[in-house]
T-cell receptor, first 114, second 114 residues
Framework: GAVVSQHPSRVICKSGTSVKIECRSL??????MFWYRQFPKQSLMLMAT?????????EQGVEKDKFLINHASLTLSTLTVTSAHPEDSSFYIC??????????FGQGTRLTVV | AQSVTQLDSHVSVSEGTPVLLRCNYS??????LFWYVQHPNKGLQLLLK??????LVKGINGFEAEFKKSETSFHLTKPSAHMSDAAEYFC????????????FGKGTSLLVTP
């Protein structure tokens, strides 16, 4: 299957700082990327959907000013957690697809805010 | 609107015995259905998918699932469990209405005992 690379796999940051997570589709052009969040022992919750070149669509309850998503190219989307707080600690996963493919997942990023 | 219900939060089987993980879905459109597996502290791996072709879908590691429209079910089975099958399993639905975002079930934790 296609490869989606997510970086970093783990990050620890101080409360109040911002963290950027990258999601790259390595061998296909991803017209759509999705960002999910997973709390411990829970399922994945869709945070937002981004289409290349347009603004992301956020799910209800997700603060767009808190979780900045940029999808500037067909192979890269970024999620920036701004002014992170301990409650933002979670596992974040991206997935990418185009019209011809299913969604492929990145490896996930474990964010810990201390 | 689409949704997916995994009927069991935990399933325990003995090694060598059959596995059945249950999933029911609702979708206003022709859905695509997936099963993903997540091992502890790891990302997601696609086990199998249904996209309106054959109703019996064979996946990796001996898993298979049958799409039953009349029952709105997509249960995951395996004839003989292996210790390495212990993990979290997610049933996922996707359709045109959601922009093909993946809607995850709450997950079923599979425990395999010796």
């Amino acid at each position: 299957g296609a490869v989606v690379s997510q970086h970093p796999s783990r990050v620890i940051c101080k409360s109040g700082t911002s963290v950027k997570i990258e999601c790259r589709s390595l061998d296909f052009q991803a017209t759509t990327m999705f960002w999910y969040r997973q709390f411990p022992k829970q399922s994945l919750m869709l945070m937002a959907t981004s289409n290349e070149g347009s603004k992301a669509t956020y799910e209800q309850g997700v603060e767009k000013d808190k979780f900045l998503i940029n999808h500037a190219s067909l192979t890269l989307s970024t999620l920036t957690v701004t002014s992170a707080h301990p409650e933002d600690s979670s596992f974040y996963i991206c997935s990418a697809r185009n019209r011809n493919t299913e969604a492929f997942f990145g490896q996930g990023t474990r964010l810990t805010v201390v | 609107a689409q949704s997916v219900t995994q009927l069991d939060s935990h399933v325990s089987v003995s090694e060598g015995t059959p596995v059945l993980l249950r999933c029911n879905y609702s979708s206003s459109y022709s859905p695509s259905l997936f099963w993903y597996v997540q091992h502890p502290n790891k990302g997601l791996q696609l086990l199998l998918k249904y996209t309106s072709a054959a109703t019996l879908v064979k996946g990796i590691n001996g898993f298979e699932a049958e799409f039953k429209k009349s029952e709105t079910s997509f249960h995951l089975t395996k004839p003989s469990a292996h210790m390495s099958d212990a993990a979290e399993y997610f049933c996922v639905v996707s359709d045109l209405h959601s922009g093909y975002a993946l809607n995850f079930g709450k997950g079923t934790s599979l425990l395999v005992t010796p």
